[in-house]
């Protein structure tokens, strides 16, 4: 069965600094891969999708992923981390044919000043 | 800008009673989801709803759930009979088209159930 990884349940950064938040899939096929962003008493927000059209994806706020097949990663990064980027942050994969998101287990990002 | 609404956004209920928990997703969406988060676990998905049936569900979606799309614009999610282990965080998502093609989906606010 599909599934993601994501590795470090914290991230802590200083604001203006490089944001690396990581994410591993299994998938027997090339899935459709996610990040979605929760701020405090919110919904999950797309920040940005894979679905094969191009290995580096742009999102909002500055965030962007890139699709390595090789080593399975869809890792997100942000070159500046700003104070407002604190929130949780999910990986999720859809495999083609099916409708659901498997999410993984989420990473806080703290940012401090 | 559109988004999917949710209520109530905390319900307390007692074990074996019967909850319905509402969901107005986005007006021109046509897929509906249900997800739910227990604390400090995954977010799991639960049913997906597709032109007035379920088109998908998981293992935890088991005779004690229904869903309904019971006017043009609200879609619920029925617990027959609560249990402590329901208590989580409900989250309702909709897409314009199948998620099956990668469409994204919307998530509403959440729904904290917590049973007693």
């Known amino acids: 069965a599909q599934s993601v990884t994501q590795l470090g349940s914290h991230v802590s950064v200083s604001e203006g600094a490089l944001v690396l938040l990581r994410c591993n899939y299994s998938s027997s096929v090339p899935p459709y891969l996610f990040w979605y962003v929760q701020y405090p008493n919110q919904g999950l927000q797309l920040l940005l999708k894979?679905?094969?059209?191009?290995?580096l994806v742009k999102g909002i706020n500055g965030f962007e992923a890139e699709f390595k097949k090789s080593e399975t990663s869809f890792h997100l990064t942000k070159p500046s981390a700003h104070m407002s980027d604190a929130a949780e942050y999910f990986c999720?994969?859809?495999?083609?044919?099916?409708?659901?998101?498997?999410f993984g287990t989420g990473t806080r990002l703290l940012v401090s000043p | 800008e559109p988004e999917v609404t949710q209520t109530p956004s905390h319900q307390v209920t007692q074990m074996g009673q019967e909850v319905i928990l509402r969901c107005v997703p986005i007006?021109?969406?046509?897929?509906f989801y249900w997800y739910r988060q227990i604390l400090g676990q995954k977010v799991e998905f639960l049913v997906s709803?597709?032109?007035?049936?379920?088109?998908?569900k998981s293992e935890i979606f088991d005779d004690q759930f229904s869903v309904e799309r019971p006017d043009g614009s609200n879609f619920t999610l029925k617990i027959r009979s609560t249990k402590l282990e329901d208590s989580a965080m409900y989250f309702c998502a909709s897409s314009e088209a199948d998620g099956r093609v990668g469409s994204e989906q919307f998530f509403g606010p959440g729904t904290r159930l917590t049973v007693l």
């Open positions: 007006s021109n969406h046509l897929y």
């Open positions: 709803f597709y032109n007035n049936e379920i088109s998908e």
């Open positions: 999720a994969v859809m495999n083609t044919g099916f409708q659901k998101l498997v």
């Open positions: 894979y679905t094969s059209a191009a290995t």
